[in-house]
T-cell receptor, first 115, second 111 residues
Framework: ETGVTQTPRHLVMGMTNKKSLKCEQH?????MYWYKQSAKKPLELMFV???????ENNSVPSRFSPECPNSSHLFLHLHTLQPEDSALYLC??????????????FGPGTRLTVL | GENVEQHPSTLSVQEGDSAVIKCTYS??????FPWYKQELGKGPQLIID?????GEKKDQRIAVTLNKTAKHFSLHITETQPEDSAVYFC??????????FGPGTSLSVIP
C-alpha cells in the first residue's frame, strides 16, 4: 500500500449505530487530519493530530470522536449521528503541522450515509 | 468570519484553450495557498502551491499567481486536455492553525 488509505470506502448507518472510520498513511508523516466534504460546501477541517497529539478540534460535535494511536493510524468513531452528517470524510497527512511544511496528501475518502 | 471565495463555480473550455480560476481570501495573515484537483471518486490531490513571499510559480502547464495586496490568487492552466476535467479547490492556510478551502470549480475540457 502506498500513500493514504481509508476504510471502508462506503458506509451506511442508522442514527443509533456506532461505527468507526479508519485511515492509514504510508508516507512517514507525523501529522494527520480529518476533513468533512459535504455537497455544495467547502471542505471543512475537523481534527488535527500532530505527533499523535490532538492540536485542533474545530467545534466538531461530540458524536464524532477521533483517535490517533500512532503517527500512521487515525480513526474517527461515530455514534448517534444525524442525517445531516452524511458526507465524504477525508483523511490527510503531512510531514507535520507546525514546521510550515503544509503539503497535505489526501486519502480517497469514506462516503458516509446516515439514515 | 474568515472565508475564501472562488470563481467561477463551473467552467467549460475547448481542448487546447487556457483556463483561469480565481480565489479571494479575507485574512491578510494567511501565508500558504495550495490548489487541489479532485477527480470523481478520489481525494483531492495537490497540483501546485505558493507561499506568501512569492508572487508567481509555474510547473509545466500550470501556474499560480498571488497578489497579497488585493488578497487574491489565481490558477492558470494552459493547453488544456480532457484529463484536466475535474473539480479544483483553492485554500488559504494560516495564520497558525487556520485552514479555509474555497467552494470549488468544476472544470470541463471539451475535446
Amino acid at each position: 500500500e502506498t500513500g493514504v488509505t481509508q476504510t471502508p470506502r462506503h458506509l451506511v448507518m442508522g442514527m443509533t449505530n456506532k461505527k468507526s472510520l479508519k485511515c492509514e498513511q504510508h508516507l512517514g508523516h507525523n501529522a494527520m487530519y480529518w476533513y468533512k466534504q459535504s455537497a455544495k460546501k467547502p471542505l471543512e477541517l475537523m481534527f488535527v493530530y500532530n505527533f499523535k497529539e490532538q492540536t485542533e478540534n474545530n467545534s466538531v460535535p461530540s458524536r464524532f470522536s477521533p483517535e490517533c494511536p500512532n503517527s500512521s493510524h487515525l480513526f474517527l468513531h461515530l455514534h448517534t449521528l444525524q442525517p445531516e452528517d452524511s458526507a465524504l470524510y477525508l483523511c490527510a497527512s503531512s510531514e507535520d503541522w507546525t514546521s510550515g511544511t503544509y503539503e497535505q496528501f489526501f486519502g480517497p475518502g469514506t462516503r458516509l450515509t446516515v439514515l | 468570519g474568515e472565508n475564501v471565495e472562488q470563481h467561477p463555480s463551473t467552467l467549460s473550455v475547448q481542448e487546447g484553450d487556457s483556463a483561469v480560476i480565481k480565489c479571494t481570501y479575507s485574512d491578510s495573515a494567511s501565508n500558504y495557498f495550495p490548489w487541489y484537483k479532485q477527480e470523481l471518486g478520489k481525494g483531492p490531490q495537490l497540483i501546485i502551491d505558493i507561499r506568501s513571499n512569492v508572487g508567481e510559480k509555474k510547473d509545466q502547464r500550470i501556474a499560480v499567481t498571488l497578489n497579497k495586496t488585493a488578497k487574491h490568487f489565481s490558477l492558470h492552466i494552459t493547453e488544456t486536455q480532457p484529463e484536466d476535467s475535474a473539480v479544483y479547490f483553492c485554500a488559504a492556510f494560516g495564520p497558525y492553525d487556520k485552514v479555509i478551502f474555497g467552494p470549488g470549480t468544476s472544470l470541463s475540457v471539451i475535446p
